[in-house]
């Protein structure tokens, strides 16, 4: 079966920009969750959604948002983009919210300049 | 504040021998933990998971020790072989895979980064 589905893959955009991210879950994985990943700081917690409701969030500034469409499918928006944004943006989908091992997505690597 | 630390960022291990990643917690209300393994243009892959009503869980060449006492986990790799080389991640989280409890987000360290050689 299909994995996670992140795109697109990669991405360059410019200061005060803003970009949206997409994530399609491995069939019938409900739950989705998005993680940035930044050299030395592991993977930091942004949000969780599960039936279109975020159940979740990191501490992270408003600029970052998030959304679950009724399919599952996901999409984290990134506003007034920052330097420090740049990161590779992963999704992982689980089949509920009770259940462990995620499966991610190969991510996003956003660079902005 | 890091509430799940992985102090090593960088193992090197002889091909045969034993890898031994470790990991360190502050959260007293984590109570399943798992490992990832992320190789570079990839996602992380779930390895290995342990609950905290456990102190060892075994699987394959994978074994993983929790001790609560001291709030820390390992990952041994026996024997190791060069396809593990890769960045390691433990995760922990609060309530995940208990149905009947809300759980917490699940957290990651850093990361160690293993290299296994030949």
């Known amino acids: 079966k299909a994995g996670v589905t992140q795109t697109p893959r990669y991405l360059i955009k410019t200061r005060g920009q803003q970009v949206t991210l997409s994530c399609s879950p491995i069939?019938?994985?409900?739950?989705v969750s998005w993680y940035q990943q930044t050299p030395g700081q592991g993977l930091q917690f942004l949000f969780e959604y599960f039936s279109e409701t975020q159940r979740n969030k990191g501490n992270f500034p408003g600029r970052f948002s998030g959304r679950q469409f009724s399919n599952s499918r996901s999409e984290m928006n990134v506003s007034t983009l920052e330097l420090g944004d740049s990161a590779l943006y992963l999704c992982a989908s689980s089949l509920a919210r009770q259940t462990y091992g995620y499966t991610f997505g190969s991510g996003t690597r956003l660079t902005v300049v | 504040d890091q509430q799940v630390k992985q102090n090593s960022p960088s193992l090197s291990v002889q091909e045969g021998r034993i890898s031994i990643l470790n990991c360190d917690y502050t959260?007293?209300?984590?109570?399943?933990f798992l490992w990832y393994k992320k190789y570079p243009a990839e996602g992380p892959t779930f390895l290995i998971s342990i609950s905290s009503i456990k102190d060892k869980n075994e699987d394959g060449r994978f074994t993983v020790f929790l001790n609560k006492s001291a709030k820390h986990l390992s990952l041994h790799i026996v024997p190791s072989q060069p396809g593990d080389s890769a960045v390691y991640f433990c995760?922990?989280?609060?309530?995940?895979?208990?149905?009947?409890?809300?759980?917490?987000?699940?957290?990651f360290g850093p990361g160690t980064s293993l290299s296994v050689i030949p």
């Open positions: 995760a922990a989280s609060a309530g995940r895979g208990n149905v009947k409890t809300s759980y917490d987000k699940v957290i």
């Open positions: 959260n007293s209300m984590f109570d399943y």
């Open positions: 069939s019938g994985h409900r739950s």
